[in-house]
């Protein structure tokens, strides 16, 4: 009897740092250990049993083995090879790959460059990106200023290349190097850049304080940077059309004020916040867009001299009794946006002149945790259009309080809508004057409305009725159209007659149905142009009874009119010779 032993040997390659990876040479990988072994011909070599990973780390993948190892390029192997002779099985692994986040702040560029990629990539100011690097890779971040002057390099952060080193600053370039990575990784470069930049003057500041003092009239500040203020900001009064454009930013006011006694609007999409009374208006404040929040009193304090435009962004007092907008005499326009709050807005009356708040437009939003909108005594509250909700009531007035627009024609049932999550959707102590909209209860509790209503459309019922257990009150059109009527008006001596078909509804017209047979609910009705008094002149070409009945738009019908008419032979004779 007899065996056959063949000896084996198991080279471990691995792929170097600048190495192609998908190619399999000795040009792209380098054997780093060996071991031979031996075993019965015809052993099925488990591989996993048997290679052992370079460096004797986990962060190595394995990708097969092949029998050669040269210039020539091979494809790996995976499968457990069966001993038939002496061989070398070379033993082939990828370094794992890992992603290095490369972030620069506002004021300079970063660049990265890899020991496995000496292109890198060059994130520009303000930006973001990846590479790919490889087990055991070096990177070398690199930073520079995209302007000569008024940035400060303040060092990269992000748990690699940690630390602060000399500015680069008026052109300069300040470069360093890490360790060896074996992990995924973020380079972040830091500059100093608490400026905001007169866009018109093209002069940057440091403090809101200084950009609003130095601004004149019709000028635009910008932020380019997000920035935390110790200190309050003020735009004088005489300086009109000034525009802070948060660009995407974020002032943080801590307790500081932002004053406005000029003309300012703020847009940009960025964030004002803080943590006590925000903005302070005393002349026009406009905001078109942006986010308004504070933890403290009032997001926005308007005064009697103060006029607030909101037609976009969110204006949002977070605190347990903040508000939104404060107005004490002054005047607020809404035409869209968020306001939210303890209370979404609260118009106080003084002595001095009407608080007066108006809203116009259906994205418009208001929301209090408490109460929607507050009205005291002697303020005057319009909601055309848009949405109110309160967490007790929808709206508490005290004041003169009108929904809607009383125009004639069809109210709205659904715009505006006041609502309530717990109590009242209304709950009125003054003067209601209810033109359009729907307002509604809590679900499953509370009412719709508390107290009188003083006016409403003309023509229409205030209609209370419950939707998905809300009680709603809503407006319908509950009058049916009335003294139909139909008036012959031709002659007796005529094959046919003309006759006048009329009638009258409060709200109007919009088709009618004439025939010889008393209507059903499927008759079909003639269309007209919607009117309050309708007056049709119909040709009748034959004896019988007709009918007519009149509907609104509601679908309301009058009650039927009728008219006989009968045919009638006149046969002329003569007396015979």
Do not use: H
């Not at 069966?82 to 692994?93: E, K």
């Not at 490889?134 to 060092?155: E, L, M, Q, R, V």
């Not at 009108?402 to 006041?418: Q, R, V």
């Amino acid at each position: 009897a007899s065996i056959t032993y063949y000896s084996y040997t198991v080279n471990n390659v691995l792929e170097n740092i600048t190495g192609a990876s998908t190619t399999y040479t000795s040009a792209n990988y380098t054997s780093v250990n060996n071991s031979t072994y031996f075993a019965p011909s015809g052993t099925t070599i488990t591989l996993a049993s048997v290679y052992d990973i370079p460096t004797g780390s986990s962060l190595i993948n394995f990708k097969g083995y092949s029998t050669t190892f040269n210039t020539t390029a091979v494809t790996p192997s995976t499968e457990d090879p069966i001993l038939s002779s002496d061989l070398t099985y070379y033993m082939w692994f990828w370094r794992n790959r890992y992603t290095v986040n490369v972030i620069s702040d506002v004021g300079g560029t970063n660049k990265v460059t890899l020991t496995s990629n000496t292109t890198g990539v060059t994130v520009p100011s303000g930006g973001s990106t990846t590479i790919v690097a490889k087990y055991g890779d070096i990177a070398t971040a690199s930073a520079s200023p995209i302007t000569t002057s008024g940035y400060t390099f303040n060092g990269w952060s992000g748990g690699y290349l940690s630390g602060s080193s000399s500015d680069a600053k008026n052109g300069a370039v300040v470069t360093k190097s890490g360790d060896k990575i074996t992990e995924d990784k973020t380079i972040t470069t830091s500059w100093l850049l608490n400026y905001y930049l007169n866009t018109t003057t093209n002069t940057y500041y440091v403090t809101l304080e200084d950009a609003l003092a130095e601004v004149t009239p019709g000028e635009t500040i910008k932020v380019i940077n997000d920035s935390t203020e110790t200190s309050s900001a003020t735009l004088l009064s005489g300086k009109t059309g000034v525009i802070l454009d948060l660009n995407g930013k974020t002032i943080d006011l801590g307790d500081e004020t932002l004053t406005n006694n000029g003309s300012m609007t703020i847009t940009g999409n960025g964030t004002i916040t803080g943590t006590g009374d925000l903005i302070s208006n005393n002349g026009t404040l406009t905001v078109s867009s942006g986010t308004l929040t504070t933890s403290g009193d009032s997001v926005i304090s308007n005064s009697s001299t103060g006029t607030v435009n909101v037609s976009d962004g969110t204006v949002e007092a977070t605190g347990s009794s903040g508000i939104g907008i404060l107005n004490s005499s002054g005047e607020v326009n809404i035409s869209g946006g968020t306001i939210s709050g303890y209370y979404g807005i609260k118009n106080s009356d003084s002595s001095e002149s009407a608080s007066t708040v108006t809203i116009t437009d259906s994205s418009a939003t208001v929301i209090g945790s408490y109460i929607g909108i507050y009205n005291d005594e002697g303020g005057i509250v319009t909601v055309e259009a848009g949405t109110v909700t309160g967490g007790t009531n929808g709206i508490y007035n005290e004041g003169t309080l009108t929904l809607g627009i009383d125009e004639g024609g069809t109210p709205s049932s659904t715009n505006p809508t006041i609502s309530a999550d717990e109590s009242y959707g209304i709950y009125n102590d003054g003067t209601l004057n209810y033109y359009d909209g729907a307002v509604k209860s809590g679900a499953g509790s509370g009412y719709s409305i508390y107290g009188d209503i003083s006016g409403s459309p003309d023509g229409y019922d205030i209609y209370k009725t419950v939707i998905d257990g809300v009680e709603t009150i809503i407006f319908t059109d509950q009058t049916d159209p009335y003294d139909a009527a139909i008036v012959s008006t031709s002659t007796l001596k005529s094959e046919s007659q003309i006759a006048i078909l009329s009638c009258v509804d409060q709200i109007g017209v919009t088709g009618y149905y004439f025939g010889v047979t008393a209507p059903t609910s499927s008759s079909s009705y003639t269309s007209i142009a919607i009117t309050k008094s309708m007056s049709v002149t119909q040709s009748i070409e034959a004896a019988g009874t007709y009918y007519l009945v009149c509907k609104d738009a509601a679908g309301n019908t009058s009650t039927a009119a009728s008219i006989t008419y009968y045919s009638y032979t006149v046969n002329n004779v003569l007396e015979n010779i």
